[in-house]
């Protein structure tokens, strides 16, 4: 399956290297997974930092366990602070 998977701010080092100029942005591309996979297993795949972190797929707050399907966004941001 196919997704597009956006990581922000500290996380942009971990997309994986695009072959074939499947690049969406400077934090988004799309990417080749096998069907059924969950977000966690996507994170342990990307090889993620074991941190606090805000994951949406379509724009909606997921779990780990949620299974992808085609054509869904995957964003995954780092804790932020302010003040």
């Known amino acids: 399956m196919r997704i597009q998977l956006a ?13 074939n100029g499947n690049r969406l942005s400077a934090h ?4 080749d997974l096998p069907d059924g996979m969950t977000v966690g297993q ?6 993620l930092p074991d941190e606090p972190r805000i994951v949406f797929v379509n724009n ?16 995954v941001f780092p804790p932020v602070a302010g003040g």
């Open 7 to 19: 990581l922000f701010a500290s996380l942009t080092q971990y997309l994986p290297e695009t072959e």
């Open 28 to 31: 988004a591309q799309l990417v």
């Open 42 to 47: 996507v994170i342990d795949r990307l090889g």
């Open 60 to 75: 909606r707050h997921a779990p780990d366990e949620y299974v992808l399907d085609e054509g869904e966004r995957l964003a």
